[in-house]
């Protein structure tokens, strides 16, 4: 086994972490998990129950140790003390995914991109399976690659969302298909500007070969590479796939229409058409890959209708977590639309969306650690009102609402101000309408 023998750090106690220190006992490593916070109880017993040594708090941070290496969990910020400990004292260290790979013996479908990732991800999983290949899919989505590499002798893939925290510390990552569905900012407060993100999201075709395959957003201007491209885009002409409305077609041929799928808008053309990029570059046939997208389902979180009160209809979209998917929101809005947004400060300003939603919102109910500054950067356009909650941001949002407008909520940041996520948020919200309309 790879890492028979080794002593290996694992830093962090979320999920991945977990993963991670489980695969490196199964392969026979000498395991010590450190987590400067409060981790779950649970996953800590269960992992010191296996024999592993568990350094948590403060003490972590500075904790001793000889080790041939350290596993660093995405959510571990660059600069923070736990992280810096160990480059410091020059231990080799790589990210939960970089572990994983190194562990995996098949090919790799690795998803990227600010938005879609888990649609595209859940799509990519239900056509190759519909198309007689199995596959699973993992990684950011939720479940951590490490975890699902236990079912390896039964797959002939893996289906992988990558984040860019994630690729920042890939060495051999090497996907056979790459795909890269857009970049807008985000995680800015990681970051120091827009092109050192994208420089860590380029890395998930670093290692790509010439007999691998490239699904690329025509949209983005990304530098040459190696392997083989399948081209799309829903704006920019003259990629393998494209669309006209929401008409889908590869090449000259008409492959579907998104009117009879489950999902709606623009980036989400854009996802399909991603997915059906995988399905070229694996050989998959067409006919069966679309019939797989028309039975799919969309996750809760994403434009979910969730309740109707007198022809106002509530719309849970807490999944949007950047400006970006929250434009694409306002952009598929048909009707009036309430705004509930904000949320963390992730070091990005609303100012871009400015002219989109003076044409979409008839008010704004504003949250979180960034009401001020939308307020700021839209009042003379939008009108907007502030809420110290979400409860009170419904009820504000409601009373501004006439029949046939959306209340939207689609905050265009993170929820870590007020939430535990993004699906605490949301499950918050579709509780609060479901009190209202009942």
């Not at 129950?49 to 969990?73: C, I, K, N, Q, W």
């Not at 650690?369 to 939008?382: N, Q, S, Y």
Request: proline share 5%.
């Amino acid at each position: 086994m790879r890492f028979e023998g080794k002593r290996a750090a694992v830093l962090g106690l979320g999920s991945s972490g977990e993963a991670a220190a489980k695969l490196l006992w199964r392969e026979g490593a000498r395991v010590t998990v450190l987590d400067s916070g409060t981790p779950d109880p649970d996953r800590a017993s269960g992992l010191a129950a296996l024999g592993l040594t568990l350094v948590l708090g403060e003490r972590a941070e500075t904790a001793p140790g000889d080790y041939d290496l350290a596993v660093v969990s995405p959510g571990i910020d660059p600069q923070a003390p736990l992280f810096r400990n160990f480059p410091a004292r020059r231990i080799p260290l790589i990210g939960e995914l970089e572990l994983a790979f190194q562990c995996c013996r098949r090919p790799v479908i690795a998803i990227t991109g600010t938005n879609g990732k888990t649609t595209t991800t859940q799509l990519v999983e239900r056509v190759v399976n519909q198309g007689g290949m199995r596959t699973v899919a993992c990684g950011n989505i939720g479940r951590p690659f490490s975890d699902a590499l236990q079912e390896q002798e039964h797959l002939d893939r893996f289906t992988v969302e990558v984040s860019s925290f994630q690729l920042e510390t890939i060495q051999t990552f090497r996907p056979q298909v790459a795909v890269w569905l857009n970049l807008t900012p985000d995680h800015l407060d990681r970051y120091r500007d827009l092109d050192e993100y994208r420089l860590a999201k380029l890395r998930v075709f670093e290692n790509q070969r010439e007999t691998d395959f490239a699904v690329i957003n025509l949209g983005d201007a990304l530098p040459p590479l190696r392997a083989r491209c399948i081209t799309f885009s829903a704006s920019v002409p003259g990629g393998d796939l494209w669309s006209k409305g929401d008409s889908l077609y590869h090449g000259d041929r008409y492959i579907l229409s998104l009117r009879d799928t489950c999902l709606r808008g623009v980036h989400n053309v854009e996802n399909v058409m991603a997915t059906l990029g995988v399905a070229l570059a694996l050989g998959l046939d067409l006919a069966a890959a679309t019939e797989a997208i028309k039975s799919y389902r969309p996750l809760p979180h994403r434009c979910e209708p969730v309740g109707e009160r007198a022809g106002v209809t509530f719309v849970n979209d807490s999944k949007a977590t950047n400006l970006d998917a929250l434009a694409k929101a306002l952009e598929s809005a048909t009707q009036p639309v309430i705004l509930i947004a904000g949320g963390k400060d992730k070091g990005f300003g609303y100012e871009p969306l400015r002219e989109l939603a003076a044409r979409k919102v008839k008010r704004a109910v504003l949250i979180g650690e960034m009401a001020p500054a939308i307020e700021k950067a839209w009042l003379d356009r939008v009108p907007c009102l502030r809420a110290a909650t979400l409860a009170e941001a419904v009820r504000l949002a409601a009373g501004s609402a006439a029949g046939g407008d959306v209340v939207l909520l689609s905050p265009g940041t993170s929820s870590f101000d007020m939430f535990k996520s993004y699906a605490d948020r949301g499950d918050q919200f579709r509780r609060l309408v479901r009190e209202l309309v009942t």
